[in-house]
């Protein structure tokens, strides 16, 4: 059954990648923003205990899609609530395939200084009424990750953590961000 169901998303990729439009005008959805649900299942080592551990989360973040005219580009930001305050962060987005309406895409953040990649391949779906977007929400295909973080006085126990994330999210037409947490140019990309 497995196999059955992996041949059946292969055949959905190629097909969208097959018969989707190769320049797809992705300017339309400048400025929405998606409530994102995650899991996340990961085992890491922890040094300082010469042990494996493992971890189990979920959560909501909230994701701003928005056009970079100098690229041309689409851009999404990652914002996640942080006891009082928002946490934002850039993201990579690549379309895979498909159209302005239904495309495969990979998000991903990677962080040069500490070791870290995400990466999630998702499938978006979404609806036009009266020539305006309605409805969307995208579904995950594939995630993975990897982290280093340290701890101790000095740094010197760490945690090289590596698992899968399922992320999913729907349209919403609310911004979540208080306007003081809001980027106007964006997040940064994280150190």
Not at 125 to 154: C, I
Not at 175 to 186: A, I, N, R, S, Y
Request: with cysteine; glycine share 8%; net charge negative.
């Amino acid at each position: 059954m497995k196999l059955l169901k992996s041949f059946v998303v292969v055949g959905i990729i190629f097909g969208f990648i097959a018969t989707g439009t190769v320049y797809a005008d992705l300017s339309g959805w400048d400025g929405k923003w998606f409530e994102v649900k995650f899991k996340e299942v990961s085992v890491c080592y922890d040094t300082g205990r010469s042990k494996f551990v493992e971890d189990n989360s979920t959560g909501t973040c909230f994701l701003k899609f928005w056009w970079d005219e100098s690229i041309p580009k689409l851009q999404v930001d990652i914002y996640c609530p942080d006891d009082e305050d928002w946490d934002c962060n850039a993201l990579t987005l690549g379309r895979i395939g498909g159209n302005d309406l239904e495309f495969l895409f990979n998000i991903g953040l990677r962080v040069q200084t500490m070791n870290d990649f995400h990466s999630s391949t998702q499938i978006m779906h979404s609806q036009l009424v009266d020539g305006q977007l309605k409805s969307a929400f995208f579904l995950p295909l594939g995630t993975n990750f990897a982290t280093r973080d340290t701890y101790g006085e000095f740094d010197e126990f760490h945690y090289d953590c590596a698992g899968q994330r399922s992320m999913s999210g729907k349209l919403i037409n609310y911004v979540p961000v208080p306007p003081d947490d809001l980027m106007e140019d964006g997040c940064k990309e994280p150190d």
